[in-house]
C-alpha cells in the first residue's frame, strides 16, 4: 500500500542523507570562511593603507570636486587620452598640451613640463621626481605623510588648476597661463568657504 509518509527505515536514510549534505554543505561553508579570512588577513594591511589613503583623501580641507579629482586620478579613472586609447576609442594618445607623450594621469598632472614646471615654481615648491614616480597614488602616498591639511588642499588646488586648464584647452580651444586657471581655483575654494561659513551662522 502506498502511503505518502515515509516508512522508519526510509526516514532514517533521508535524515542521514540530508545531514550528509548538510555537513557536505557546512565543509564547503567552512572552506570558503577559511580561505576568506586567510585573504582578510593578508590583504589586510594593504586594504588598511588603501582605506587610510582614501579617508586622507576626503578629510582635506578642500572643496568636494577638488577631492574627487585627486580621488579619480589615484583610481587611474580620469578620461585621459591614453586610458581612451587602451579601451579602443579613437583618440589621439599624446597629450594635448605638449604633445610629446602618452597623456596618462601621471604625465597630465605632474610630468608634463608645465604642470612639474608649476609645481615647483608655486608656494608648495615640489620637485617631481620624473624616474621614480610610478603612479600619481604613490607620489601623493609619500606627500600623506605631511599630516598638514592645509598642505594637502594646496596640492588638491594645485592639481585641479592644472586639470582645468587641461580641459579648457582640449574642450574650448583656450590656453590659460597657469596663474589664472590657480586663481580660478582660488576663488572657487574662497567661494566655497564663504558659502559654508553664511549656512553657519
Ligand atoms: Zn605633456
Known sequence: MYSEYPSKPEMYERQTNLELIKGCHYSV?????????QQASSEAS??????AHSNKIWSAHCIPRY???????CQ???????VLRNRGIQVDHLCPMCGEEDETIEHALLLCRFAAASLFASPLSIR???I???SFQDW??????????HFLAAIFEHEWALWNRRN?????QREMGFSQVLQKANTISMGHNEKKQNRRT
Open 168 to 172: 579648457e584647452f582640449v574642450f574650448q
Open 46 to 51: 594593504s586594504s588598511t593603507a588603501v582605506s
Open 76 to 82: 587611474n579613472i580620469l578620461p585621459m587620452r591614453k
Open 128 to 130: 617631481v621626481d620624473v
Open 140 to 149: 601623493l602616498r609619500v606627500l600623506m605623510l605631511n599630516n598638514d591639511p
Open 132 to 134: 621614480n614616480t610610478s
Open 67 to 73: 577631492k574627487e579629482l585627486i580621488w579619480r586620478a
Open 29 to 37: 561553508k567552512s572552506s570558503y570562511h577559511l580561505l576568506m579570512s
